[in-house]
């Protein structure tokens, strides 16, 4: 994704650059100098300095935010049909909610053994073997973000995922399930994301502790 402010946050710092370099040539051709002259150098070199510090303020209060790409994959919903209707209209709701309000572009539902549902682009492999930083995720019960997946020799277990997901959220559903979700982009989640989507799993996990162990039962 193209950065439309990368060039107004360069401004300050070339325009301040400019400023000073030609005041040092003026200074440097110029023979007799006066009073004013110099305190005309001085105010310039000053307002310079503030335009370079201004533009170094603003890389760091608006930095440039990560490259995006396209996942590969076809867009879609797969929902497990064995599932109780209730089941079906709440992971559809949840899901949308995520893919419309978070930076996710893909998600998978993995509950009791089995895959409930993948929806936004999905890869080929349909099937869902946890590996360990899922299993890890699971078992402490507390949700795993890696910020850029390209970094960790364990992505190839995310092999249910599209190949070039940058970033992975693993977040618990009740001590049952797990929700794998993907981003385009590296270090594109937000802690507002991570509480959004720790309060979606939380209301998952009720739903699905209901309605599946009745469901089983019976």
């Known amino acids: 994704m193209s950065d439309t402010n990368a060039l107004l946050r360069q401004l300050p710092i070339v325009v301040g650059s400019l400023g000073g370099t030609l005041l040092l040539v003026n200074r440097l051709l110029t023979d007799n100098l006066t009073t004013w002259q110099v305190r005309s150098d001085v105010l310039g070199a000053i307002i310079c300095a503030v335009l370079i510090l201004t533009g170094l303020l603003w890389q760091r209060v608006q930095p440039k935010p990560p490259d995006s790409v396209i996942l590969q994959g076809k867009e879609g919903l797969e929902l497990d049909p064995d599932l109780p209707e209730t089941v079906q209209r709440e992971l559809a709701w949840s899901s949308q909610l995520l893919l419309t309000n978070t930076v996710t572009k893909t998600l998978v539902v993995w509950y009791q053994g089995r895959v409930l549902?993948?929806?936004?682009?999905?890869?080929?492999?349909?099937?869902?073997?946890l590996g360990a930083i899922a299993q890890r995720a699971l078992k402490t019960q507390k949700p795993i973000y890696l910020v850029k997946l390209d970094l960790y020799p364990g992505r190839?277990?995310?092999?249910y995922l599209p190949v070039n997901t940058q970033g992975?959220?693993?977040?618990?559903?009740g001590a049952e399930g797990l929700m794998i979700l993907g981003a385009n982009a590296p270090r594109s989640y937000t802690k507002q994301d991570e509480t959004w989507i720790a309060g979606i799993a939380e209301k998952l996990s009720d739903t699905l502790q209901r309605h599946l162990k009745t469901n089983d039962q019976n």
């Open 117 to 129: 549902m993948r929806r936004g682009i999905l890869a080929e492999q349909t099937s869902v073997e």
């Open 156 to 159: 190839i277990e995310f092999n």
């Open 168 to 173: 992975v959220i693993c977040q618990p559903i």
